[in-house]
């Protein structure tokens, strides 16, 4: 299995243009359990897990702005998200433990 780490989200984007049928491992879990079970073959990942352009909270011309890498404790906890989406705020703090809030809904 190769393994790529892009240095940022235009590299990464260029590289699954050029390599189509690469998995993206974000957080893993699901990808990782999948390809234990025989479930997907991985020739090719695109680890995306250090990406900071995809980890943001914000609020924009009235939308709510989040980005794929944001966990499910980061979301609940953001008073931006409490403010303009408290279902989503509770929803996200209701998913797991807070111990264990360290997946991602984008990944």
Same mark, same amino acid.
């Given at each position: 299995? !190769?393994?790529? &780490?892009?240095?940022?989200?235009? !590299?990464?984007v +260029?590289?699954?243009?050029?390599?189509?049928?690469?998995?993206?491992?974000?957080?893993?879990?699901?990808?990782?359990? +999948?390809? +234990? !079970?025989?479930k $997907? +073959?991985?020739?090719? $990942?695109?680890? $995306?897990?250090?990406?900071? /352009?995809?980890?943001?909270?914000? /609020? !924009?011309?009235?939308?709510?702005?989040?980005?794929?890498?944001? &966990?499910?404790? /980061?979301?609940?906890?953001?008073?931006?998200?409490?403010?303009?989406?408290? $279902?989503?705020? /509770?929803?996200?703090?209701?998913w797991?433990?807070?111990?264990?809030?360290?997946?991602?809904?984008?990944?």
């Amino acid at each position: 299995m !190769e393994v790529i &780490t892009p240095a940022g989200l235009t !590299e990464a984007v +260029k590289y699954m243009n050029q390599h189509l049928g690469t998995k993206v491992l974000a957080g893993g879990t699901d990808l990782l359990v +999948k390809w +234990k !079970e025989g479930k $997907v +073959k991985l020739d090719r $990942v695109l680890n $995306v897990q250090g990406l900071q /352009e995809l980890r943001y909270i914000r /609020e !924009e011309n009235g939308y709510l702005l989040i980005g794929a890498l944001n &966990t499910h404790g /980061e979301i609940a906890a953001a008073r931006v998200v409490q403010e303009h989406a408290p $279902v989503l705020a /509770e929803a996200c703090a209701r998913w797991a433990q807070p111990d264990t809030q360290s997946g991602n809904p984008g990944g």
